[in-house]
């Protein structure tokens, strides 16, 4: 590389009249600046070097997953169980509308499938197996009137948001009495049951809800930990002020009623109905009604997807909602994504898999998050008029620092490798669809044809065919 430096420059330096030579490096190479005429043109050593591609775009930190429900049918909301900023688990019960004549419904329903299935087996009727399936539903019915709406209620006031009581309760009529304290010889947070049960100390979770006791239920809470030390919380079951105590209590009585309805039935059997399969069939009608109305209630109440944070309600307690309208909004907790929108004439460079690194405007340039790009949608979203690709990065880690909403600047890393034979992009010219470069040969320049391929983000394009390390090309 030197000797042919060397020779170009002492072959100008033999025309002295005509040309003025300057010598520097350049991209590692040597570079000569010549003056022929007053017209000045510098040649470079082609090397391999190291080749990064990237793509700059914006965009902002969403959660993960953020939802809006809404009921499907319309009706009267009888229950809204949480507020906006409130933590819930998954499955927990956000909201409810009236249901009572869907219960009634479905008790007869139940009451005529415990007849038919009887009718089915063409003998005098199994008073033992009815009165356990109507004791069952008679159970279950209680469970539902104390378990749900269950309520902490605080001693004292506190100036924090009360514990969310969940669960399937299996214990009898009563109430707990809750004491939250600090951990001997430790910062963490414990507690402690009494009334219907006393237990043992118990550790309170902070991402998940915690056994309360050892009958079905949890606690859960909003705030931070700390926040509830020192505190003292009543749960009175079941909460005859939760606004659906009045209809639960309704349903256990009328499920007590058809109980003996039933079993006074099958007392008196049902010998001679029909058999064979229009027994059969009677039998699945009875159980396709039963599944009828199970789901239309369980679609009267709207229930938490997945764990995560309250960001709106819509609804207002004895209002009418309207099917299909947005009725509670959650995110979930502690999961954010960056979602970003890229112009169409970058994204055939983007896969999924491709590193990333993340700055948020509220923390400075200095303050990079490593992310990777995780999903790119396969149709394209117009904004301003510009055709670009919803594409999603998922962050190495979750930071605390990271909030929904904050805005993004995103480097992607499409391509990076080492060795690479380059050119700055200013020494090709095209003619007729080829691509050229002008090659020093002895002392003159020559025009070669090349084939690249990608374009760097240091302004370099690849050479695949047409130069070798120690070329030495002139830029125009």
Do not use: C
């Not at 080749?51 to 429900?69: I, R």
């Not at 109430?175 to 414990?190: A, F, L």
């Not at 909460?239 to 009328?254: C, I, M, P, V």
């Amino acid at each position: 590389m030197k000797t042919r430096a060397k020779k170009a420059l002492e072959h100008v330096r033999g025309r002295a009249l005509l040309y003025a030579v300057v010598v520097v490096v350049l991209l590692g190479g040597f570079a000569l600046f010549v003056q022929n005429g007053g017209v000045e043109e510098e040649v470079l050593t082609v090397s391999r070097g190291p080749f990064k591609q990237d793509v700059s775009v914006s965009g902002k930190v969403v959660a993960a997953d953020d939802v809006t429900l809404a009921f499907a049918e319309g009706g009267r909301v009888v229950s809204i169980t949480v507020e906006v900023g409130n933590r819930v688990a998954k499955g927990q019960a956000l909201a409810s509308l009236a249901s009572q004549t869907l219960q009634s419904d479905l008790r007869a329903a139940q009451a005529d499938l415990s007849l038919k299935r009887a009718e089915a087996r063409n003998t005098s009727v199994n008073v033992d197996e009815v009165r356990s399936e109507q004791d069952s539903l008679v159970e279950s019915a209680y469970r539902t009137l104390l378990s749900e709406d269950l309520a902490a209620v605080p001693e004292s006031s506190y100036g924090v948001t009360a514990p969310v009581i969940t669960g399937l309760y299996t214990g009898p009529e009563g109430s707990y009495r809750i004491r939250i304290t600090e951990k001997e010889n430790s910062p963490d947070i414990e507690l402690r049951t009494f009334g219907i049960e006393v237990v043992s100390p118990v550790e309170v979770l902070d991402d998940e809800p915690t056994e309360l006791g050892t009958r079905g239920l949890f606690i859960d809470f909003p705030d931070a930990l700390s926040n509830y030390e020192d505190t003292i919380w009543n749960v009175a079951i079941p909460n005859t002020k939760g606004a659906s105590y009045l209809q639960n209590r309704r349903s256990y009585e009328e499920a007590l009623s058809t109980r003996n309805r039933v079993i006074g039935n099958a007392e008196a059997s049902l010998r001679g109905g029909p058999t064979g399969s229009v027994a059969e069939a009677e039998v699945q009608r009875a159980e396709a009604e039963v599944a009828r109305i199970q789901a239309a209630i369980a679609e009267r109440t709207l229930r938490a997807p997945f764990t995560g944070v309250i960001t709106a309600v819509h609804v207002e307690l004895g209002e009418t909602a309207t099917a299909g309208e947005a009725a509670v909004s959650l995110i979930s907790a502690g999961a954010f994504q960056i979602e970003s929108y890229v112009p169409e004439v970058n994204i055939a460079l983007l896969e999924v898999g491709d590193p990333s690194e993340i700055t948020l405007d509220a923390y400075g340039d200095d303050v990079v998050f490593p992310a990777t790009v995780v999903a790119i949608d396969p149709a394209e979203t117009v904004r301003d008029g510009v055709s670009t690709y919803r594409t999603i990065l998922e962050f190495a880690e979750q930071d605390p620092r990271i909030r929904s909403g904050m805005t993004a600047n995103v480097r992607i890393t499409t391509d990076e490798r080492e060795g690479v034979l380059a050119v700055p992009r200013g020494v090709v010219s095209e003619r007729d669809g080829k691509k050229f470069v002008r090659v020093l040969s002895g002392d003159e320049p020559t025009e070669r044809e090349i084939t690249t391929g990608a374009i760097s983000s240091f302004g370099t394009i690849e050479v695949l065919v047409g130069l070798s390390e120690g070329d030495v090309v002139v830029v125009p």
